[in-house]
């Protein structure tokens, strides 16, 4: 089966790209390394890695026509700067809008998407909401071994 995993290189899409290849799978990653680590993948025959942003539409969609994927598992996401509006919104807002339109064209089975909602985040003094007005953040929607 192959699947592409956006994020791969981080700790919810490498355990994924692991017990993927495990089983035979032909898993292709998209990272531009935002939090992933490079240490979080081994190469491997059936591994294709890309470092690149989600939010690269050309990118994404040259991705999807020549990998083909089957199922997508949509695990990148922006957070690491509270105050990086643009990032994290050329990501999780514009990057997911380019994933779920070339998968919708390429016909994949089923796109899994662990959501990103951070209404607050922890500091010294405790959690606070963000003042931003529009934030995804950090929430889990569902990975569910034997899903695919
Ligand atoms: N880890 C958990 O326990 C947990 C729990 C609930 C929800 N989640 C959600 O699951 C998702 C993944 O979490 P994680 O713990 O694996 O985070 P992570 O930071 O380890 O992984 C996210 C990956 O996305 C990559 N990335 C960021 N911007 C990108 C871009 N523009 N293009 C391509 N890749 C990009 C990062 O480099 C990183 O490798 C997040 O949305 C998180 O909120 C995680």
Do not use: L
């Given at each position: 089966m192959k699947v592409l995993i956006t994020g791969g290189a981080g700790f919810i899409g490498s355990h994924l790209t692991d017990r993927l290849l495990a089983r035979g799978d032909d898993v292709l990653v998209i990272d531009?390394?935002?939090?992933?680590?490079?240490?979080?993948l081994t190469p491997q025959a059936h591994l294709t890695i890309v470092e690149g942003t989600i939010a690269d539409q050309d990118l994404v969609n040259n991705l999807f026509d020549n990998f083909k994927p089957e199922y997508v598992v949509h695990a990148a996401a922006s957070y690491?700067?509270?105050?990086?509006w643009a990032e994290d919104s050329r990501t999780n807002a514009l990057g997911t809008a380019n994933i779920v339109q070339a998968s919708e064209k390429a016909n994949v089975k089923r796109v899994f998407f662990f959501f990103n909602f951070s209404g607050f985040f922890l500091t010294r003094d405790g959690f606070r909401f963000l003042s931003q007005p529009l934030r995804f953040g950090r929430r889990f929607c569902g990975w569910f071994p034997g899903s695919f």
């Open positions: 531009n390394y935002a939090t992933g680590r490079h240490d979080n690491k700067d509270p105050e990086n």
